[in-house]
T-cell receptor
Framework: DVKVTQSSRYLVKRTGEKVFLECVQD?????MFWYRQDPGLGLRLIYF???????EKGDIPEGYSVSREKKERFSLILESASTNQTSMYLC???????????????FGPGTRLTVL | AQKVTQAQTEISVVEKEDVTLDCVYE???????LFWYKQPPSGELVFLIR??????QNEISGRYSWNFQKSTSSFNFTITASQVVDSAVYFC??????????FGTGTSLTVIP
C-alpha cells in the first residue's frame, strides 16, 4: 500500500513564525504535491514537484515555498505565517513520470494548521 | 477550460438506502482521467477509482458503482445499501493534458442510522 505521512496532524503557530510542514512517501513516487483545503473552496494546489530539486507553482503559491532535497520528502514552508494561512494542508504523491497529472494521487492524513 | 461540478453540496440518507452522487465535468481534452475520492471525518482523502476517457464501462466494487457517460459528461457514483461508515465528503476530480488536477467542491454525505 502507498503510504504518505505528514509530520503533524495539528499545528498551532503565531503570526510571523516560520512554519515547516513535512511530507514523506514510501513508494518511490516521482511526483509530490501540496494542497490546501478550505470550506467552500475545495482543494487548491500550492506547489508540486516532479523530481528532486524541481518544483512548479500551482494555483496559489504566494506566501509559500517548497523544498525537495530527497525523492521521498517534500516540505512546505511558510516563511512568515499569517492568519489567512490557517487551513488544512494535504500532501499527495503519484507515480506518473511524464509530468502530466494523469496518475492517481495518494494523500496523506493532512495537517490542520492554525495561525494565531 | 476544465471544470468539475458537484451540484449536491449535502445529502442525507437513512441507512440501507441507495444514494447517487453526481459529478459533471468539462474538458476539451480527448484523453482525460476521472477520479473519485472519499474524505472521512479523519481528513485523509482516500482514493476510490480512476477511469480514463476511453473506458465507458460501468464499474462495480462491492456496494460502490460508477456510471461514466461521455454523452452527458458525467461520472456518477452510487452507494448501494448505505452504511453509517459511508458518511464522508466525496470528491470527484478530473485530469487531462495539462499540469492540473481539478477537484469538485465535494458532496457531504450523511448516513443516518
Amino acid at each position: 500500500d502507498v503510504k504518505v505521512t505528514q509530520s503533524s496532524r495539528y499545528l498551532v503557530k503565531r503570526t510571523g513564525e516560520k512554519v515547516f510542514l513535512e511530507c514523506v512517501q514510501d513508494m518511490d513516487h516521482e511526483n509530490m504535491f501540496w494542497y490546501r483545503q478550505d470550506p467552500g473552496l475545495g482543494l487548491r494546489l500550492i506547489y508540486f514537484s516532479y523530481d528532486v530539486k524541481m518544483k512548479e507553482k500551482g494555483d496559489i503559491p504566494e506566501g509559500y515555498s517548497v523544498s525537495r532535497e530527497k525523492k521521498e520528502r517534500f516540505s512546505l514552508i511558510l516563511e512568515s505565517a499569517s492568519t489567512n494561512q490557517t487551513s488544512m494542508y494535504l500532501c499527495a504523491s503519484s507515480l506518473e513520470t511524464s509530468g502530466a497529472f494523469t496518475d492517481t494521487q495518494y494523500f496523506g492524513p493532512g495537517t490542520r494548521l492554525t495561525v494565531l | 477550460a476544465q471544470k468539475v461540478t458537484q451540484a449536491q453540496t449535502e445529502i442525507s440518507v437513512v441507512e440501507k438506502e441507495d444514494v447517487t452522487l453526481d459529478c459533471v465535468y468539462e474538458t476539451r481534452d480527448t484523453t482525460y482521467y476521472l477520479f473519485w475520492y472519499k474524505q472521512p471525518p479523519s481528513g485523509e482523502l482516500v482514493f476510490l477509482i480512476r477511469r480514463n476517457s476511453f473506458d465507458e464501462q460501468n464499474e462495480i466494487s462491492g456496494r460502490y458503482s460508477w456510471n461514466f457517460q461521455k454523452s452527458t459528461s458525467s461520472f456518477n457514483f452510487t452507494i448501494t445499501a448505505s452504511q453509517v461508515v459511508d458518511s464522508a465528503v466525496y470528491f470527484c476530480a478530473l485530469s487531462g493534458a495539462g499540469n492540473q488536477f481539478y477537484f469538485g467542491t465535494g458532496t457531504s454525505l450523511t448516513v443516518i442510522p
